[in-house]
């Protein structure tokens, strides 16, 4: 019996990197960039991530016996998607890794629903119902690095979020605002979107990213009609596509020198004031599709004119960019 044991630990290794408990394409694509060492107690803690190939010792099954009802745990994932649960189920192992909560109707989330969960890297709740949330709801989720709480009935930014979180998915809500202060702390977060959401220029308050040394953000699909001001310095990607933007004037850019991507497509942009794109010196990629230019924007970065839908694909949507094209995106102009 005991010779079985690594057999039967490597076949079940093997099943899962090659596919995880559940599938979501589209959105699984992006959110596990990884893959297996995600899985590691040592990653979600901030330590160095491994080469992909997972250390045997530290994925050793512990056999809780604790898994809810409905739900499917393997390892240290646990999916509970598409069961139609009301509320955040109980009896869920403390060593748990993942927890996928999508596609349920959970309305809100209470003060104790991941008490003892200190080791939830990543926390899935796409989908379902929920415009509550406690102030303390995520107090025990002190390694949460990715927290996926889109297509939700949100109408604000949850308070206190763990300091620890990386990465913050909350599109498609019903947000108006981000106040001063919504993100203090959050001095290892990356990557934010929040696109999809009801937003106006006036809905953010001076200061509502200070503090934040973004890489990735995408306020794509709001009412935007300029470019926030006072956005993180640190941007490489900034996506703010399929608003009602009108014009680029001459400071709107001026912060934004380590851009690298810039998303401008499907406004009712006509003007781009001479001079505000020499600002940023290291962009790539930018994207004035469906706007409503009538000639090439001038001082433009050292761009190569290409058709960039055939040759544009989107890396890991928070992953460090890797560039080996200049583009500019100017389809759909009266040029």
Known sequence: MPTMWPLWLLASLLALSQALPFEQKGFWDFTLDDGLPMLNDEEASGAETT??????????????????????????????????????????????????????????????????????????????????????????????????????????????????LVE??????????????????????NCIEMGGNPLENSGFEPGAFDGLKLNYLRISEAKLTGIPK???????????????????????????????????????????????????????ELHLDNNKLSRVPSGLPDLKLLQPRDHHTQTSLCSSPQWKNHILDLKGQAL
Request: with cysteine; glycine share 4%; net charge positive.
């Open 51 to 164: 080469s992909g190939v997972p250390d045997l010792d530290s994925l050793t099954p512990t056999f809780s016996a604790m898994c809810p009802f409905g739900c499917h745990c393997h390892l240290r994932v646990v999916q509970c998607s598409d069961l139609g649960l009301k509320s955040v189920p109980k009896e869920i192992s403390p060593d748990t890794t993942l927890l996928d909560l999508q596609n349920n109707d959970i309305s809100e989330l209470r003060k104790d629903d991941f008490k003892g969960l200190q080791h939830l890297y990543a926390l899935v709740l796409v989908n379902n119902k929920i415009s509550k949330i406690h102030e303390k709801a995520f107090s025990p989720l002190r390694k949460l690095q990715k927290l996926y709480i889109s297509k939700n009935h949100l109408v604000e930014i949850p308070p206190n979020l763990p300091s620890s």
């Open 168 to 189: 913050l998915r909350i599109h498609d809500n019903r947000i108006r605002k981000v106040p001063k202060g919504v993100f203090s702390g959050l001095r290892n977060m």
């Open 230 to 284: 006072d956005l993180p310095e640190t941007l490489n990607e900034l996506h703010l596509d399929h608003n009602k933007i009108q014009a680029i004037e001459l400071e709107d850019l001026l912060r934004y020198s380590k851009l690298y991507r810039l998303g401008l497509g499907h406004n009712q942009i006509r003007m781009i004031e001479n001079g505000s794109l020499s600002f940023l010196p290291t962009l790539r």
